[in-house]
């Protein structure tokens, strides 16, 4: 198993702080956004070695938060780096120094590592999802932490564990991993997820707590694969639509890995996706985005970035050249006359 989301695990079954709206990534730009933002870098340096990456930017550095490695660095807790250029990575340390014990009371031991961060910031305030699992179950959570700031010289940085936001037990037919927040055109936040089972969900977030919204409590169905392979939900607004990116098949498996990125596009946030070919993703469909090319094997794991008029693919894949190690990968999208992503297998 390697950092976090093994292929046993998927085989075996395979805040209090007020939220403002106005404020979010992935909200919906005009036709004519300008690209602002540098270009993404080719090739990347320093400590880059990632599982589940998501990217946010403060002041003049991005940061990239990814899972945990299992038993590793910090008790196998959410780990974060830091870059000035997108090009050059530091690991400057985790989230939290061990797991929150909640987690392990939650789900009947404390797991080996956390998984799949995702980050957004609003109000003022940095908010961090992520998932801990039992191995082999589907016996799972997403909590949420918060913070200031994400520079660790400043005197206000402190995360704060604002605990569970979301449980899947044994008799649900839906996991809860893989957390990614995005606001509709009316400000309103959704928390997607999702792991095998039957597939992605959704969930109406609270704006005053970032937790279960009170007044719905529908579980939303995205996409599925009839309990095949399908993960890693986010969720990004683009003129008239928003887009689903989800990674199909199986990671964890260095070179021998079969990932690879798929969409789909809805005028609602909570759906129906439907892929380039009018297939509804939740009846199995989905419009490749990335496969495996070159040195770059079974990439996904995936968040998409809204940085700037900049669409940033953040992902990972297992090195062909590096024995199979997991590495970090950022690639702008591009888009079609029509409005499709695509993404970068001329790299």
């Not at 999702?194 to 609270?206: A, H, L, N």
Request: with cysteine.
């Amino acid at each position: 198993m390697d950092l976090g989301k093994s292929y046993l695990s998927h085989i075996m079954t395979l805040l209090l702080m007020p939220l403002v709206l106005a404020s979010c990534a992935n909200r919906l730009p005009s036709a004519s956004s300008t690209p602002t933002a540098a270009p993404a870098p080719q090739a990347l340096k320093g400590d880059f070695r990632v599982h589940d990456p998501t990217m946010i930017k403060q002041g003049d550095a991005y940061y990239v938060f990814s899972t945990g490695e299992e038993r590793g660095y910090n008790s196998g807790n959410i780990q974060i780096r830091r870059s000035t250029d997108m090009a050059t990575w530091e690991r400057i340390g985790s989230v939290f120094i061990v797991i929150p014990a909640w987690i392990g009371q939650a789900i009947g031991g404390t797991p080996p590592n956390l998984w799949a961060p995702d980050i957004s910031f609003h109000n003022g305030t940095y908010y961090l999802y992520y998932a801990g699992s039992r191995f082999g179950t589907n016996t799972s959570v997403i909590g949420l932490a918060t913070n200031t700031t994400l520079d660790p010289k400043s005197p206000d940085y402190k995360w704060v564990d604002q605990g569970m936001v979301l449980q899947s037990v044994k008799a649900d037919n839906w996991n809860a991993i893989d957390p990614n927040l995005a606001f509709d055109a009316e400000g309103t936040p959704w928390l997607s997820f999702g792991s095998f089972w039957d597939g992605i969900k959704m969930r109406k977030i609270d704006p005053r707590t970032g937790k279960l919204a009170a007044d719905d409590k529908k579980l939303y169905s995205l996409a599925s694969r009839g309990g095949g392979p399908i993960e890693a939900p986010s969720i990004v607004a683009r003129n008239e639509y928003y887009y689903l990116f989800v990674s199909f098949d199986l990671c964890c498996r260095g070179a021998n890995s079969t990932y690879k990125i798929m969409a789909g596009r809805a005028k609602s946030i909570t759906g129906p996706y439907i892929d380039r070919d009018g297939k509804r993703m939740e009846l199995g469909g989905g419009t490749p985005v990335l496969q495996s090319h070159g040195r770059y094997i079974g990439p996904g794991g995936q968040s998409v970035y809204h940085d700037d008029g900049v669409y940033r693919m953040v992902y990972h894949y297992y090195d062909a050249n590096d024995n199979g190690a997991p590495k970090l990968k950022i690639s702008d999208l591009t888009w079609t006359d029509d409005g499709w992503p695509a993404c970068c297998t001329s790299e």
